[in-house]
């Protein structure tokens, strides 16, 4: 035998079973989580909040507006479907095949009858046939060109290297498998081979669970008798491990079986075949010898053993990755019943054999497999009946799960190529087959269209965990009942299930569904519990929890948020300091692309709601940003309402004003809630007949909420109104801190005093003086005194600065429509000063039109 080759065969084999051992860490890790994702769903709810801006009759008054509270439930979407697993295991298969077929040639004559007789039931149950080419004759070509290929090496090239038989082998399986790919008129043939073909890779790792099931004794007796110093102690020892591991695999049959309600929670049907696996390897050479297979041992234990281990862990992989629960139930039901079965026999065997030796202080372990009293032959044929004996008692449930598990990769492979009802008609086979069928009984759920469908969509999912616990099946069922405003029935489904202590989003929407009941405290219970492992969602819907509470209590929240990053915990805690009137610093980083999420623009809402924000001008910088962008059209209103508020909270009442009016122009028929606001921030600056109109207005365009009939009555009774615009304050201190100040870092404070609030007439007329002063341009002072009457139409003073600066600024024309203006607004002798004096301003700047 070429040593090179055969290395290099032997680590390609060892390769792809530790490739398929991580294969099987990564699904037991991921889960179902890639063909079914956990999916988080928002709703974002409105709370009516009072923005209190003064006393009304010793009563808080002001702006009554929704700020966003996120709630998040989980669900789970489509179910998806993933090529590269079933790739993935066909690769393993045929990989093994070749191996095989080549070991094989190796075999005495007995033994190779044997062994081809088992590859070709692998043929045949690969149903070619269903790729409809040359029925029956693609069966047969394979047959009888694995037939002749092997025997020519076998009986007449007995000589040849592994290489070369290595390289016919793949050669003829290869020019197979392309047939396979071209000669079918159809998507995915290969992966159509294995669907209805899964039957073969099944068999081939039944046969190989039987096979190392009773090794795991072996190597219980080997421990504990070829070290111990009397054979006695060694017995005891035997007895009382071989009792306590046979004990484990009864439980572990009778809690598959659904006899016992506890867990086993270390000891699984998988922990047991790695088990399995590693002593089979160990003990490989003694148990082979014993069945006088012939050929070369070390083709049988470095190539096919490693392979029949990568392709049984794939297996167990495929099925759980791609959430074809029936496959993998089917196995483990393989794996417990042979290691149960052959677990009892071996363990009486080797007392009948080996209790007399033991007591001489004799060591027997290495005699295990020769069977000098008991023939080993016998006890396997015992074996294997008891395997029998558990599938009859068990009314053949494994084979059935298998076909379960055959239907829904047919069904799955249906929905890829967009064959609905093919896809129902093969998930209710599967579902015939297994009543427990996890996919099936999920993608019918999702696949139900017509009113009689709906109505067992409660039937599916409850199917499913009464098979076993499914977070995902429970959290389905509790949404389905919350969909159709079931109450009851969604906190009920949730309520009492074993999903609750080990899934994190069964206990979040059992959280949502006591908050639906308004059970507040048990609410908190399971937001709170969720912290740890969905600790986002949990920290998000706790804070929202939190705001609710503040509603109805006198509450300060003592939370330590971890998730202080993530967007709807801070909508949420941005709600609650509101409510609160506490400070909670804005924090955002804007979006490079500049398109703007639902979730971002409900954050920037609540922001601007903020009283008390030190850092507003970042605030008005970002909604500016987004406001900016074409991508954010359809948002425009809603950011402009948000920038009204962030400029009237952060004293800039001018431009909150302009800001406002434009969204009442931007679609006056919408403009009911702006009118509202309007008129409330008119009243606060002091503007009565404006609020009287803004009133009007909003009341005309059917807004009645109660925010506005409660400010309309206390209107009625007040005696003393003393509201006025006031930023003499900040004037005097700026003029105070002159000293203090380059002389354009003043005049640029003063320009933006001078547009910070129309309503402040004296004020600002003094802010104008002072600018004139400084030599300010007359340009720029045009601009803010143009906002300012668009503000302040009415104001007299402001129409005459107004006409002053058109004169310097040689615009005449709109000179001329203030003065229009300024006739209702002053008397005849006033009006008259005026123009003499724009005409001798114009007149002055004469000269400079000229030049």
């Given at each position: 035998m070429n040593t090179t080759a055969f290395n290099l065969l032997k680590t390609l084999c060892i390769t792809l079973a530790i490739l398929a051992l991580l294969w099987v860490g990564y699904a037991w890790w991921v889960g179902d989580n890639l063909v079914l994702p956990w999916q988080v769903e928002s709703t974002l709810k409105t709370r009516p909040f009072l923005l209190e801006y003064f006393q009304l009759n010793s009563k808080p008054s002001g702006v009554v507006a929704d700020q966003i509270i996120s709630w998040q439930k989980f669900t789970t979407g489509e179910m998806q479907y993933l090529l590269w697993p079933q790739y993935a295991l066909l690769a393993i298969f045929m990989i093994l095949l070749i191996v095989g077929s080549v070991a094989s040639t190796y075999l005495n004559r007995f033994s190779y009858f044997v062994f081809s007789g088992l590859l070709i039931f692998a043929f045949i149950q690969l149903r070619l046939e269903e790729l409809g080419v040359a029925h029956p004759y693609l069966t047969y070509g394979l047959i009888g060109g694995y037939l002749l290929l092997s025997y020519f090496f076998h009986a007449f090239?007995?000589?040849?290297?592994?290489l070369t038989r290595t390289l016919s082998m793949t050669l003829f399986y290869g020019t197979f498998l392309a047939l396979i790919h071209w000669l079918p008129n159809m998507q995915y043939p290969g992966v159509v081979m294995?669907?209805?073909?899964?039957?073969?890779?099944?068999?081939?790792?039944?046969?190989?669970?039987?096979?190392?099931?009773?090794?795991?004794?072996?190597s219980l007796f080997k421990l504990t008798t070829q070290g111990a110093p009397k054979g006695?102690?060694?017995?005891?020892?035997?007895?009382?491990?071989?009792?306590?591991?046979?004990?484990?695999?009864?439980?572990?049959?009778?809690?598959?079986?659904?006899?016992?309600?506890?867990?086993?929670?270390?000891?699984?049907?998988?922990?047991?075949?790695?088990?399995?696996?590693?002593?089979?390897?160990?003990?490989?050479?003694?148990?082979?010898?014993?069945?006088?297979?012939?050929?070369?041992?070390?083709?049988?234990?470095?190539?096919?053993?490693?392979?029949?281990?990568?392709?049984?862990?794939?297996?167990?992989?495929?099925?759980?990755?791609?959430?074809?629960?029936?496959?993998?139930?089917?196995?483990?039901?393989?794996?417990?019943?042979?290691?149960?079965?052959?677990?009892?026999?071996?363990?009486?065997?080797?007392?009948?054999?080996?209790?007399?030796?033991?007591?001489?202080?004799?060591?027997v372990w290495h005699m295990f497999f020769q069977g000098p009293r008991t023939p080993m032959l016998t006890v396997r044929l015992f074996s294997i009946i008891l395997v029998v004996g558990g599938f009859l008692y068990l009314e053949y449930r494994p084979y059935h799960q298998a076909k379960a598990g055959q239907y829904a990769m047919l069904a799955c492979l249906a929905e890829k190529i967009d064959n609905k009802l093919l896809a129902t008609q093969y998930y209710r086979q599967s579902v015939f087959f297994d009543f427990y069928n996890y996919r099936s009984?999920?993608?019918?759920?999702?696949?139900?269209?017509?009113?009689?469908?709906?109505?067992?969509?409660?039937?599916?999912?409850?199917?499913?965990?009464?098979?076993?616990?499914?977070?995902?099946?429970?959290?389905?069922?509790?949404?389905?009942?919350?969909?159709?405003?079931?109450?009851?029935?969604?906190?009920?489904?949730?309520?009492?299930?074993?999903?609750?202590?080990?899934?994190?989003?069964?206990?979040?929407?059992?959280?949502?569904?006591?908050?639906?009941?308004?059970?507040?405290?048990?609410?908190?219970?399971?937001?709170?519990s969720t912290r740890k492992n969905a600790a986002m969602v949990g920290e998000a819907n706790l804070s929202a929890l939190n705001y609710d509470v503040a509603a109805l209590v006198d509450f300060d929240t003592t939370i330590q948020y971890e998730y202080i990053e993530d967007l709807h915990l801070k909508i949420n805690r941005q709600a609650?300091?509101?409510?609160?009137?506490?400070?909670?610093?804005?924090?955002?980083?804007?979006?490079?692309?500049?398109?703007?999420?639902?979730?971002?623009?409900?954050?920037?809402?609540?922001?601007?709601?903020?009283?008390?924000?030190?850092?507003?001008?970042?605030?008005?910088?970002?909604?500016?940003?987004?406001?900016?962008?074409?991508?954010?059209?359809?948002?425009?209103?809603?950011?402009?309402?948000?920038?009204?508020?962030?400029?009237?909270?952060?004293?800039?009442?001018?431009?909150?004003?302009?800001?406002?009016?434009?969204?009442?122009?931007?679609?006056?028929?919408?403009?009911?809630?702006?009118?509202?606001?309007?008129?409330?921030?008119?009243?606060?600056?002091?503007?009565?007949?404006?609020?009287?109109?803004?009133?009007?207005?909003?009341?005309?365009?059917?807004?009645?909420?109660?925010?506005?009939?409660?400010f309309m009555e206390?209107?009625?009774?007040?005696?003393?109104?003393?509201?006025?615009?006031?930023?003499?304050?900040?004037?005097?201190?700026?003029?105070?801190?002159?000293?203090?100040?380059?002389?354009?870092?003043?005049?640029?404070?003063?320009?933006h005093l001078a547009g910070k609030n129309a309503f402040d007439t004296h004020s600002t007329l003094q802010t104008f003086e002072l600018l004139e002063n400084e030599g300010a341009e007359a340009e720029k002072l045009y601009n803010i005194m143009v906002d300012n009457l668009k503000v302040n139409p009415n104001s007299a003073e402001f129409h005459e600065v107004y006409i002053y600066l058109c004169a310097k600024n040689r615009f005449r024309t709109f000179a001329e429509t203030s003065f229009e203006k300024l006739e209702t607004l002053v008397s005849q002798e006033k009006l008259e000063t005026i123009r003499k004096e724009f005409e001798r301003l114009l007149e002055r700047n004469a000269p400079t039109l000229n030049q």
């Open positions: 090239k007995r000589q040849s290297s592994v294995l669907s209805f073909g899964i039957t073969g890779p099944l068999l081939w790792a039944a046969l190989f669970i039987v096979f190392i099931a009773g090794d795991n004794l072996f006695k102690n060694g017995l005891m020892h035997f007895g009382i491990v071989g009792l306590i591991y046979l004990g484990l695999t009864g439980l572990l049959f009778a809690q598959k079986n659904e006899d016992i309600r506890f867990s086993l929670y270390l000891v699984e049907p998988l922990t047991l075949l790695l088990a399995s696996m590693v002593s089979g390897y160990l003990c490989f050479d003694q148990k082979i010898t014993t069945i006088n297979v012939g050929g070369d041992i070390i083709v049988l234990k470095k190539w096919l053993y490693p392979l029949a281990c990568a392709l049984t862990l794939g297996l167990m992989a495929y099925a759980k990755i791609n959430a074809i629960d029936s496959l993998q139930n089917a196995l483990e039901w393989v794996i417990i019943i042979g290691h149960l079965a052959f677990g009892a026999a071996f363990f009486i065997y080797a007392l009948i054999n080996f209790i007399p030796p033991l007591l001489q202080n004799i060591q009984n999920y993608a019918l759920a999702q696949l139900a269209t017509s009113a009689l469908e709906k109505e067992e969509i409660p039937q599916h999912y409850s199917a499913i965990v009464r098979g076993r616990p499914n977070a995902k099946a429970r959290v389905a069922l509790g949404n389905y009942y919350a969909q159709n405003s079931d109450l009851y029935r969604s906190l009920s489904s949730l309520m009492y299930s074993p999903e609750i202590e080990q899934s994190p989003e069964a206990r979040n929407n059992l959280g949502m569904a006591h908050y639906e009941y308004q059970n507040y405290d048990s609410a908190y219970k399971y937001f709170s609650l300091a509101n409510a609160q009137n506490q400070y909670f610093p804005f924090d955002h980083e804007l979006h490079p692309d500049t398109l703007l999420s639902r979730e971002t623009l409900f954050y920037l809402y609540n922001a601007a709601l903020a009283q008390k924000r030190p850092d507003a001008q970042k605030l008005i910088e970002t909604i500016t940003y987004y406001q900016s962008s074409p991508k954010n059209l359809a948002y425009n209103t809603f950011l402009q309402t948000a920038l009204s508020f962030a400029y009237y909270h952060a004293g800039e009442v001018t431009k909150a004003f302009l800001s406002i009016d434009e969204v009442i122009a931007s679609d006056y028929g919408a403009a009911a809630f702006p009118y509202y606001v309007k008129a409330i921030w008119a009243y606060d600056q002091g503007q009565a007949n404006l609020t009287v109109e803004c009133i009007n207005n909003a009341r005309k365009r059917g807004y009645n909420e109660q925010g506005l009939l409660d206390d209107l009625k009774t007040v005696k003393n109104y003393d509201r006025a615009a006031d930023f003499s304050k900040e004037l005097k201190a700026l003029v105070n801190n002159k000293a203090q100040l380059t002389d354009q870092e003043y005049i640029d404070s003063l320009i």
